[in-house]
């Protein structure tokens, strides 16, 4: 085996996986799942959003002054 050669005018090193393990690997639970309202905080129902899902530090002071405003996070 080697451990390093230039390929391309870039430097190569010995691959770390092989190329017939599976990239996905079942049960592990991916943020786009249906029904994770309770866990995300700052997701409420109806898609609505609050500062807390964009930040951790004092999101309270983050959200609108007036509450007729929209929140608008980022995205």
Do not use: Q
Request: aromatic share 2%; net charge positive.
């Amino acid at each position: 085996m080697f451990r390093e050669r230039t390929i391309a005018n870039i430097r190569v090193g010995k691959t770390k996986v092989r190329p017939d393990l599976p990239s996905h690997v079942p049960g592990v639970r991916e943020g786009n799942e249906p029904g994770s309202y309770a866990s995300t905080p700052g997701l409420l129902e109806g898609g609505k959003v609050t500062a807390r899902r964009s930040t951790g530090i004092n999101p309270h002071a983050r959200n609108p002054i007036d509450p007729r405003s929209p929140n608008l996070p980022p995205p």
